[in-house]
């Protein structure tokens, strides 16, 4: 199985700061990876698929770049609505992993 | 709009069986594969398995292989989750969810499988 590592695990920020998130996998993963953003109680919705493709409706703050084993996921000014937990996931291989998470809070 | 919408939940005791369904509305249904996922109380999401969108494969994670079989009926537009010889360890919140070529693109609200004696 193919093991995500994220960092940190959790992010205490300022309004309007430059955050990033990282994600790291075991093996090469080409471009085959996304990432979630899950807010208390609500299901999972998915920012970026395939390392840097914003999905419809996610704000342009949002990016994601990397490639092979090692991943990014940044928010150009965090705003207070970004609170929440965000995952990585590989869609390279069954089973299909996911990281540990990134708890992201306002400082 | 696409809705997915799981249903099935609740208590049930270590070693027995529980149906989740999940009724999905807004897409052609027969055209994706579809998939579950879990989320054990203040733990992370852990995928649980996928089927494709005519039914003929299924894929399972490890921890519920051999235990968990999933189903679907492109008719209804509902998935299925068989689980049986269920454990403390698989109370968890399940949700489908819709299987993109890249991503899992519509979520479930989640149902709650609580396993306890």
């Known amino acids: 199985d193919i093991q995500m590592t994220q960092s940190p695990s959790s992010l205490s920020a300022s309004v309007g700061e430059r955050v990033t998130i990282t994600c790291r996998t075991s093996?090469?993963?080409?471009?085959?990876l996304n990432w979630y953003q899950q807010k208390p109680g609500k299901a999972p919705k998915v920012l970026i698929s395939a390392t840097s493709s914003l999905q419809s409706g996610v704000p342009s703050r949002f990016s994601g770049s990397g490639s092979g084993t090692d991943f990014t996921l940044t928010i150009s000014s965090l705003q207070p609505e970004d609170i929440a937990t965000y995952y990585c996931?590989?869609?390279?291989?069954?089973?299909?992993?996911f990281g540990q998470g990134t708890k992201l809070e306002i400082k | 709009e696409v809705q997915l919408l799981e249903s099935g939940g609740g208590l049930v005791q270590p070693g027995g069986s529980l149906r989740l369904s999940c009724a999905a509305s807004g897409f052609t249904f027969s055209s994706y594969a579809m998939t579950w996922v879990r989320q054990a109380p203040g733990k992370g999401l852990e995928w649980v398995s996928l089927?494709?969108?005519?039914?003929?494969?299924?894929y399972y994670a490890d921890s519920v292989k051999g235990r968990f079989t999933f189903s679907r009926d492109n008719s209804k537009n509902t998935i299925y989750l068989q689980m049986n010889s269920l454990r403390a360890e698989d109370t968890a919140v399940f949700y489908c969810?819709?299987?993109?070529?890249?991503?899992?693109?519509?979520w479930g609200q989640g149902t709650m499988v609580t396993v306890s004696s």
């Open positions: 969810a819709r299987s993109s070529a890249y991503a899992f693109d519509f």
């Open positions: 089927i494709s969108a005519a039914g003929g494969n299924t």
């Open positions: 093996q090469i993963i080409s471009t085959y």
């Open positions: 996931q590989q869609r390279y291989n069954i089973p299909y992993t």
